[in-house]
């Protein structure tokens, strides 16, 4: 018996390790259930939304909705059923701004929007939350009352991303319409008409998109900008 006991051993051990190797490992990174359960959302939304064929990226949607849901749990969110998207990722030739209605499942509106004039020429790629920078901010923005100044109607906003875009109103950085967001300036010039980093709008358009949007709805402006995404609060787990 004092001999077989240490071969069973042999014998036991070896086949306990193999076994072990054969189940999952965990790499300390798993999403959680909440985490989950988002993105599963956000891919519902967006296939039933029909948003992949109106060109919206798929990062700017589910980035969207999952900074959206912390503003929310805040309550700085009233209109919960919006989501405003600017897709800086995109031309500036493209109507990359997506108003889309989350309980309906539908884009209420998709239009040209500008960028800042020290953003970039046709794409938007460089982004400042400095006053007179006259570049874009990125980030997450609540909406706040109407005025009318020298552009019109225009929709004040607030941008709610410390060190991103919390200058926003100071910047006087507002959503309003413009004769340079057209389709006819695209043609003439290769690119849309650039602001002094307001999300400007077409001037027909802009009426009934800043009345759709103002008092508490939220806007995302996006571009897969590596040291934004790494410093957004509101986009961390």
Do not use: W
Not at 3 to 18: A, D, T, Y
Not at 67 to 76: V, Y
Not at 179 to 201: M, T
Not at 219 to 230: A, E, G, R, T
């Amino acid at each position: 018996m004092k001999i077989i006991r240490p071969l069973l051993l042999l014998l036991i051990v070896p086949c306990f390790l193999m076994l072990l190797s054969f189940l999952p490992k965990s790499t300390g990174a798993e999403e959680s259930p909440a985490g989950i359960a988002l993105a599963d959302h956000s891919a519902s939304l967006f296939d039933a939304a029909g948003l992949k064929a109106r060109g919206l990226n798929y990062d700017a949607f589910s980035l969207a909705l999952k900074g959206k849901e912390k503003l929310e749990a805040e309550g700085k969110i009233e209109k919960t059923n919006l989501i405003t998207i600017a897709d800086f990722s995109q031309s500036s030739c493209r109507k990359r701004l997506y108003v889309i209605d989350l309980v309906q499942q539908k884009i209420l509106f998709q239009t040209f929007v500008a960028h800042g004039k020290n953003s970039g020429e046709e794409y938007a790629q460089y982004f400042s939350n400095e006053p007179q920078s006259n570049k874009s901010s990125l980030g997450f923005y609540t909406t706040l009352e109407t005025y009318y100044g020298e552009h019109g109607l225009s929709l004040r906003l607030k941008g709610e991303e410390a060190g991103i875009n919390n200058n926003a109103f100071d910047r006087a950085i507002v959503m309003h319409g413009a004769g340079y967001v057209s389709q006819q300036f695209v043609s003439q010039n290769g690119r849309l008409g650039r602001s002094q980093g307001c999300p400007a709008l077409p001037a027909e358009q802009c009426s009934a998109i800043i009345n759709e949007l103002k008092n508490g709805s939220c806007i995302f402006l996006y571009y897969p900008d590596k040291n934004y995404l790494s410093e957004s609060l509101l986009l961390q787990d």
